[in-house]
């Protein structure tokens, strides 16, 4: 068996909108957008000068239905570069390119090769004796167990299955193209090229079955570097490495309170807790979450002035390093006692005790749902489009609310 090299990527997810940082800051929401194109042309560059044999990806390379073709082009562009270079592309549509999600279309380079909707394709590699076997997404949700279809494998070739699946599920990712790791093994190929999950996981090791993960990271719960993977195969034996491209992070921290802590010691804790993050940045902008939890004899003070504490908090991650943005600052703080006065008879109420018996209440849930969706629809540019259009579930939102009840309760006290 010959010795060659391939990229094994996943999820570009080209023309993703970044909804929930563009309301809060439309700046940074245009930096993570870029670094979608970036990391994609970077591993172009990893490609061609590597000089890869050929180029996998597992879906998903756009977010869904193009505006215009814009993204389209790009796309042909750095396709053309791996023409140029000599490098054929093997690519499967996922659940947000299905064939039924994207109406638009550019012609692309003859390099570029796609596998069917309708039922399980086979490219082969002649010359190095390659066999790859896939299915894309006809629709947005496939329900259906794809790989246990795939086709035998070539007898004294390299076969490879691609596939764009939940395997037996990944939370939060949708269970799509079920199947287990036996499922995968019963086809008797030598390495499984998967798609969908965002995170990077060797599934395993025999045969090797790989989720690279995305190229960029795309909101706070895909915190960490993302890329592809390199895979070398030298006389049957499979290694394998991960290439790192993404051009932007997200990150984050958390910091705990102490209840005697001024302004002052919880900033140097902020910075504390920041500066390992610094370290990972690898000259990449950070998106940081940040979280401030604990009890606190100042709670009102900072509830009562949340813009001013945030804006502190923005400056100690700056004084770490000038690349890292607050994304959102997280108050998990409670106060000492927080209690105000019944009007009808003069006599102390614990609010916090009050509001406590409302949590989890599902009249609220629902009434601040409707309210959520009422604001969504008054934002501009299609901001509130997203699953968060406004940035956070109703009940983080709701949350807000009680803290900024609290504070204002008891800055008045």
């Known amino acids: 068996m010959s010795s060659f090299t391939f990229i094994h990527s996943a999820d570009l997810h080209l023309g993703s909108p970044f909804q929930g940082l563009a309301l809060k800051d439309a700046d940074i929401a245009a930096v993570f957008v870029e670094a979608s194109r970036k ?27 193009w505006k215009d073709n814009k ?16 490098i054929p592309v093997f690519l499967l549509r996922g659940n947000h390119d299905a064939e039924s999600v994207i109406t638009k279309t550019i012609t692309l380079p003859a390099n ?137 992070r997200f990150a984050q921290a958390r910091v705990t309170v102490g209840s005697d802590d001024d302004l002052a010691a919880i900033l140097h804790a902020v910075e504390q807790a920041v500066r390992p993050v610094v370290d990972m940045m690898d000259g990449r902008l950070i998106a940081l979450r940040l979280a401030l939890a604990g009890e606190s004899a100042i709670h009102a003070d900072l509830m009562a002035n949340r813009q001013q504490l945030r804006d502190e908090v923005q400056a100690a991650c700056h004084r770490c390093h000038e690349d890292i943005w607050l994304e959102k600052l997280e108050l998990h703080l409670e106060a000492p006692a927080a209690r105000t006065l019944d009007e009808t008879n003069g006599t102390a109420v614990d609010l916090a005790w009050l509001l406590s018996g409302h949590s989890g209440d599902e009249e609220i849930a629902i009434e601040a749902e409707k309210l959520i969706f009422g604001i969504a629809l008054r934002l501009p540019g299609g901001q509130g489009a997203g699953e968060l259009p406004l940035g956070d579930t109703a009940e983080a939102l709701v949350e807000e609310a009680r803290q900024l009840l609290l504070g204002r309760a008891g800055k008045a006290g």
Request: charged content about 25%.
């Open 112 to 248: 570029v090769h796609e596998f069917p909707t309708n039922r399980p394709g086979t490219f082969r590699l002649e010359a190095l004796r390659v066999a790859m076997h896939g299915q894309g997404f006809a629709e947005r949700s496939a329900n259906d167990n794809l790989a246990i279809n795939y086709p035998a494998p070539e007898r004294g070739w390299f076969n490879i299955g691609v596939l764009h699946t939940s395997l037996t599920g990944r939370e939060p990712h949708a269970p799509y193209a079920p199947c287990s790791i036996e499922d995968l093994r019963s086809r008797g190929y030598d390495y499984w090229a998967l798609g969908h999950v965002h995170e990077f996981e060797e599934v395993s090791a025999d045969p090797l079955v790989i989720f690279p993960g995305n190229l960029q990271g795309r909101s706070i719960r895909e915190c960490g570097a993302k890329g592809a993977v390199l895979v070398t195969v030298d006389d049957g034996r499979v290694s394998h490495e991960r290439l790192i491209v993404d051009d932007a």
């Open 71 to 86: 993204i389209g082009l790009f796309f042909n562009r750095e396709m053309a570069r791996l023409e140029r270079a000599g």
């Open 39 to 65: 990391a994609l042309s970077r591993l172009i560059d990893e490609a061609v000068e590597r000089r890869v044999d050929f180029f996998l990806i597992a879906g998903d390379v756009y977010d869904g239905d």
